[in-house]
């Protein structure tokens, strides 16, 4: 009975992993005071798209510029990491893993 519980939990994990890997993006939330290096480098090195958010930190009560960019999570991860580090090492970075990134670069949206 243990055997069959492992053997089931065992086979549901890679069941998922097998899934949902291909589908899996991650996001990026960069702030930075070089915000607009760190977009260009991106866009021009890694071919991705770049959203600029204006925001403001409240602890601070600074406006901030945000980079938002959303990748394919084992090709342009590291990459991106790395520019950012290149450009300014101060940077803040939130990564994030999503799954069901839809739109240009990503996954057709298939809505009936």
């Given at each position: 009975m243990?055997?069959?519980?492992v053997?089931?939990?065992i086979n549901?994990y890679?069941?998922?992993?097998?899934?949902?890997?291909?589908?899996?993006?991650?996001q990026?939330f960069?702030?930075s005071?070089?915000?607009e290096k760190i977009?260009?480098r991106?866009?021009?090195d890694?071919?991705?798209?770049?959203?600029?958010l204006?925001?403001?930190?409240?602890?601070?009560?600074?406006k901030?510029?945000?980079l938002?960019?959303?990748?394919?999570k084992?090709?342009k991860?590291?990459?991106?990491?790395?520019?950012?580090k290149d450009?300014d090492?101060?940077?803040f970075?939130?990564?994030?893993?999503?799954?069901?990134?839809?739109?240009?670069?990503?996954?057709?949206?298939?809505?009936?």
């Open positions: 243990v055997f069959g519980f053997t089931l939990i549901s890679v069941l998922d992993f097998i899934i949902n890997s291909a589908r899996q993006s991650v990026f960069i702030f005071k070089e915000y977009a260009d991106i866009v021009k890694t071919h991705r798209g770049v959203t600029v204006d925001s403001v930190g409240w602890y601070s009560k600074n901030v510029n945000v938002v960019v959303m990748a394919k084992k090709s991860s590291i990459e991106i990491f790395r520019l950012v450009i090492p101060n940077a970075i939130s990564q994030s893993a999503v799954i069901g990134v839809f739109g240009e670069g990503f996954d057709k949206l298939k809505v009936k």
